[in-house]
Nanobody
Framework: VQLQASGGGLVQTGGSLRLSCVAS????????MAWFRQAPGKEREFVAV????????YYAESVKGRFTISRDNAKNTVYLQMNSLKLEDTAVYYC??????????????WGQGTQVTVSS
């Protein structure tokens, strides 16, 4: 599985962005898809995950209520809608896939990352 993330950019606090991640392959719906992020000087952290069917999801507490993960299996794409952005959301965002159930760790495939910068 190859993953290509896009949609990052510069936004002011309180603004919104939508990230996209397109996956190669014919079995996209069998993969749980997740977003992670890594801020400068910090370890990579889990943000959100969605099941292969799209019926289940889970969020990090820091983004719950502000971010929404979704997927379109017909387009092999997973999205991360980010609202009410804060300065601390600044990071490189990565999409990831695993051919197993929902999880916050142990992903098999990773995209290249897209930069999100939130300014005051």
């Amino acid at each position: 599985v190859q993953l290509q993330a896009s949609g990052g950019g510069l936004v002011q606090t309180g603004g919104s962005l939508r990230l996209s991640c397109v996956a190669s392959g014919r079995t996209f719906s069998s993969y749980a898809m997740a977003w992670f992020r890594q801020a400068p000087g910090k370890e990579r952290e889990f943000v959100a995950v969605i099941s292969g069917s799209g019926n289940s999801n889970y969020y990090a507490e820091s983004v719950k209520g502000r971010f929404t993960i979704s997927r379109d299996n017909a387009k092999n794409t997973v999205y991360l809608q980010m609202n009410s952005l804060k300065l601390e959301d600044t990071a490189v965002y990565y999409c990831a896939a695993r051919n197993k159930g929902l999880a916050t760790t142990k992903y098999d495939y990773w995209g290249q990352g897209t930069q999100v910068t939130v300014s005051s």
